[in-house]
Protein backbone atom coordinates (compact mmCIF):
# COMPACT_ATOMS: atom_id res chain seq x y z
CA UNK A 1 0.00 0.00 0.00
CA UNK A 2 2.90 2.23 0.87
CA UNK A 3 4.02 1.96 -2.87
CA UNK A 4 0.77 3.20 -4.23
CA UNK A 5 0.91 6.20 -2.32
CA UNK A 6 4.34 7.27 -2.22
CA UNK A 7 4.76 11.02 -3.35
CA UNK A 8 0.85 11.04 -3.78
CA UNK A 9 -0.18 12.51 -0.14
CA UNK A 10 -3.57 13.28 -1.05
CA UNK A 11 -4.00 9.35 -2.23
CA UNK A 12 -5.60 7.61 0.17
CA UNK A 13 -6.12 3.33 0.10
CA UNK A 14 -9.08 1.46 1.39
CA UNK A 15 -9.47 -2.04 1.03
CA UNK A 16 -12.23 -3.77 0.93
CA UNK A 17 -14.90 -6.51 -0.77
CA UNK A 18 -16.67 -5.12 -3.63
CA UNK A 19 -19.58 -7.78 -3.18
CA UNK A 20 -20.19 -6.09 0.32
CA UNK A 21 -22.82 -3.54 0.27
CA UNK A 22 -22.24 -1.91 3.51
CA UNK A 23 -18.20 -2.11 2.97
CA UNK A 24 -18.53 0.20 -0.78
CA UNK A 25 -21.05 2.40 0.91
CA UNK A 26 -18.85 2.75 3.58
CA UNK A 27 -16.15 3.29 1.14
CA UNK A 28 -17.74 5.86 -0.75
CA UNK A 29 -18.75 8.02 2.18
CA UNK A 30 -15.09 8.28 3.62
CA UNK A 31 -14.11 9.68 -0.12
CA UNK A 32 -16.60 11.91 0.00
CA UNK A 33 -16.27 13.46 3.38
CA UNK A 34 -12.68 13.20 2.54
CA UNK A 35 -12.43 15.04 -1.17
CA UNK A 36 -15.63 16.66 -1.05
CA UNK A 37 -16.54 14.55 -4.19
CA UNK A 38 -15.38 12.51 -6.84
CA UNK A 39 -14.20 13.13 -10.44
CA UNK A 40 -14.14 9.82 -11.61
CA UNK A 41 -14.75 6.07 -10.32
CA UNK A 42 -13.41 3.20 -12.28
CA UNK A 43 -14.48 -0.15 -11.78
CA UNK A 44 -12.05 -2.32 -12.11
CA UNK A 45 -12.61 -5.51 -9.99
CA UNK A 46 -12.79 -9.15 -11.93
CA UNK A 47 -13.38 -12.32 -11.61
CA UNK A 48 -12.50 -15.21 -14.40
CA UNK A 49 -12.88 -18.80 -13.89
CA UNK A 50 -12.28 -20.66 -16.91
CA UNK A 51 -15.42 -22.82 -18.38
CA UNK A 52 -16.64 -24.78 -20.98
CA UNK A 53 -20.43 -25.90 -20.92
CA UNK A 54 -19.64 -29.53 -19.07
CA UNK A 55 -17.76 -27.62 -16.85
CA UNK A 56 -20.06 -25.24 -15.60
CA UNK A 57 -20.07 -24.91 -11.78
CA UNK A 58 -22.48 -23.14 -9.64
CA UNK A 59 -20.00 -21.77 -6.98
CA UNK A 60 -17.95 -19.78 -9.58
CA UNK A 61 -20.93 -18.51 -11.56
CA UNK A 62 -22.12 -16.96 -8.77
CA UNK A 63 -18.72 -15.36 -8.03
CA UNK A 64 -18.48 -14.24 -11.68
CA UNK A 65 -22.05 -12.51 -11.03
CA UNK A 66 -21.05 -11.14 -7.83
CA UNK A 67 -18.13 -9.60 -8.61
CA UNK A 68 -18.35 -8.51 -12.36
CA UNK A 69 -22.34 -6.90 -12.62
CA UNK A 70 -24.05 -7.21 -9.36
CA UNK A 71 -21.07 -5.24 -7.04
CA UNK A 72 -20.28 -2.88 -10.59
CA UNK A 73 -24.12 -1.95 -10.82
CA UNK A 74 -24.73 -1.89 -6.98
CA UNK A 75 -21.39 1.32 -6.90
CA UNK A 76 -23.32 2.47 -10.06
CA UNK A 77 -26.94 2.69 -7.80
CA UNK A 78 -24.92 4.36 -4.79
CA UNK A 79 -22.77 6.90 -6.61
CA UNK A 80 -25.08 8.41 -9.36
CA UNK A 81 -27.17 9.78 -6.94
CA UNK A 82 -24.35 11.85 -5.50
CA UNK A 83 -22.62 12.59 -8.74
CA UNK A 84 -25.58 14.00 -9.88
CA UNK A 85 -26.24 16.21 -7.09
CA UNK A 86 -22.54 17.76 -7.50
CA UNK A 87 -23.40 18.83 -11.01
CA UNK A 88 -20.90 16.22 -12.59
CA UNK A 89 -18.26 13.15 -12.60
CA UNK A 90 -17.85 10.23 -14.50
CA UNK A 91 -18.33 6.23 -14.27
CA UNK A 92 -15.97 4.00 -15.75
CA UNK A 93 -16.62 0.23 -16.12
CA UNK A 94 -13.80 -2.56 -17.04
CA UNK A 95 -15.80 -4.65 -19.15
CA UNK A 96 -14.60 -7.43 -21.99
CA UNK A 97 -14.05 -8.01 -25.57
CA UNK A 98 -14.98 -11.62 -24.32
CA UNK A 99 -18.78 -9.46 -23.60
CA UNK A 100 -18.86 -9.11 -27.83
CA UNK A 101 -19.82 -12.54 -28.13
CA UNK A 102 -19.70 -15.82 -27.03
CA UNK A 103 -16.75 -17.35 -27.11
CA UNK A 104 -14.95 -20.61 -25.72
CA UNK A 105 -14.21 -21.11 -21.97
CA UNK A 106 -16.14 -18.08 -20.99
CA UNK A 107 -19.63 -19.81 -20.81
CA UNK A 108 -19.87 -17.63 -17.16
CA UNK A 109 -17.42 -15.23 -17.64
CA UNK A 110 -18.70 -13.69 -20.96
CA UNK A 111 -22.29 -13.40 -20.22
CA UNK A 112 -21.14 -11.27 -17.35
CA UNK A 113 -19.17 -8.79 -19.21
CA UNK A 114 -21.89 -8.88 -21.90
CA UNK A 115 -24.23 -7.42 -19.02
CA UNK A 116 -22.04 -4.99 -18.05
CA UNK A 117 -21.44 -4.13 -21.54
CA UNK A 118 -25.15 -3.25 -22.08
CA UNK A 119 -25.24 -1.52 -18.43
CA UNK A 120 -22.90 0.99 -19.59
CA UNK A 121 -24.42 2.18 -22.58
CA UNK A 122 -27.73 2.13 -20.48
CA UNK A 123 -25.80 4.32 -17.91
CA UNK A 124 -24.57 6.44 -20.84
CA UNK A 125 -27.97 7.00 -22.69
CA UNK A 126 -29.37 7.91 -19.64
CA UNK A 127 -26.75 10.11 -18.02
CA UNK A 128 -24.72 11.85 -20.88
CA UNK A 129 -27.81 14.15 -21.14
CA UNK A 130 -27.62 15.21 -17.68
CA UNK A 131 -23.58 16.15 -17.42
CA UNK A 132 -22.05 12.76 -16.65
CA UNK A 133 -19.75 11.00 -18.40
CA UNK A 134 -19.46 7.12 -18.98
CA UNK A 135 -16.71 5.00 -20.00
CA UNK A 136 -16.99 1.74 -21.22
CA UNK A 137 -13.08 -0.29 -21.16
CA UNK A 138 -13.08 -3.58 -23.36
CA UNK A 139 -9.37 -4.94 -22.70
CA UNK A 140 -8.09 -7.94 -25.09
CA UNK A 141 -5.20 -9.85 -23.35
CA UNK A 142 -3.42 -8.31 -20.39
CA UNK A 143 -0.56 -9.98 -18.75
CA UNK A 144 -1.90 -10.38 -14.89
CA UNK A 145 -2.43 -13.37 -12.26
CA UNK A 146 -6.28 -13.54 -13.59
CA UNK A 147 -5.28 -14.34 -17.38
CA UNK A 148 -2.41 -16.60 -16.14
CA UNK A 149 -5.28 -19.09 -16.26
CA UNK A 150 -5.60 -19.44 -19.62
CA UNK A 151 -3.99 -22.40 -21.10
CA UNK A 152 -4.05 -20.99 -24.52
CA UNK A 153 -2.03 -19.03 -26.41
CA UNK A 154 -2.91 -15.13 -26.10
CA UNK A 155 -2.79 -13.28 -29.19
CA UNK A 156 -1.74 -9.58 -28.84
CA UNK A 157 -1.16 -10.37 -25.03
CA UNK A 158 -0.04 -6.59 -23.43
CA UNK A 159 1.53 -5.41 -20.07
CA UNK A 160 -0.57 -3.81 -17.42
CA UNK A 161 1.26 -1.02 -18.11
CA UNK A 162 0.49 -0.49 -21.35
CA UNK A 163 -3.49 -0.86 -20.92
CA UNK A 164 -3.34 1.84 -18.18
CA UNK A 165 -2.00 4.11 -21.11
CA UNK A 166 -4.96 3.21 -23.44
CA UNK A 167 -7.12 4.06 -20.80
CA UNK A 168 -6.10 7.30 -19.40
CA UNK A 169 -5.76 8.42 -23.66
CA UNK A 170 -9.15 7.41 -24.08
CA UNK A 171 -10.18 9.06 -20.50
CA UNK A 172 -8.38 12.06 -22.45
CA UNK A 173 -10.25 11.84 -26.05
CA UNK A 174 -13.73 11.65 -24.05
CA UNK A 175 -14.54 8.21 -26.09
CA UNK A 176 -17.38 6.12 -24.90
CA UNK A 177 -15.69 2.99 -25.60
CA UNK A 178 -12.13 2.35 -24.90
CA UNK A 179 -10.80 -0.77 -26.60
CA UNK A 180 -7.40 -2.15 -26.72
CA UNK A 181 -5.35 -3.43 -28.26
CA UNK A 182 -6.49 -2.35 -31.52
CA UNK A 183 -4.72 -4.72 -33.74
CA UNK A 184 -6.98 -7.28 -31.89
CA UNK A 185 -9.88 -5.80 -30.86
CA UNK A 186 -11.05 -4.37 -34.03
CA UNK A 187 -11.25 -7.92 -35.52
CA UNK A 188 -13.59 -8.77 -32.61
CA UNK A 189 -15.51 -5.94 -33.38
CA UNK A 190 -16.12 -6.61 -36.94
CA UNK A 191 -17.04 -10.69 -35.49
CA UNK A 192 -19.94 -8.83 -33.80
CA UNK A 193 -22.01 -8.18 -37.40
CA UNK A 194 -21.21 -11.65 -39.06
CA UNK A 195 -23.91 -13.83 -38.85
CA UNK A 196 -23.75 -17.13 -36.74
CA UNK A 197 -22.82 -19.38 -39.23
CA UNK A 198 -19.77 -17.87 -40.44
CA UNK A 199 -18.99 -16.75 -36.90
CA UNK A 200 -19.05 -20.16 -35.38
CA UNK A 201 -17.19 -21.38 -38.13
CA UNK A 202 -14.32 -18.77 -37.33
CA UNK A 203 -13.88 -18.88 -33.84
CA UNK A 204 -13.74 -22.58 -34.01
CA UNK A 205 -11.04 -22.40 -36.68
CA UNK A 206 -9.36 -20.09 -34.96
CA UNK A 207 -9.48 -20.89 -31.26
CA UNK A 208 -9.22 -24.93 -32.85
CA UNK A 209 -11.69 -25.97 -29.72
Known sequence: MNALTAGHPQARVLTFDVTERGACDRAGDELFTAWGGI?????????????????????????????NLRAPMGLAARLIPRLLKQGGGALAFVSSVAGYRGLPKAAAYGPTKAALINFAETLYLDLAPRGLSVFLINPGFVATPMTAANDFAM???????????????????????IHFPRRFTRWLRLLRILPYRAYFALVRRFTRL
Open 155 to 177: PALISPQQAATEIIAGFAGGVFE
Open 39 to 67: DLVVFCAGAYVPMRAWELDRDGIDLMIDI
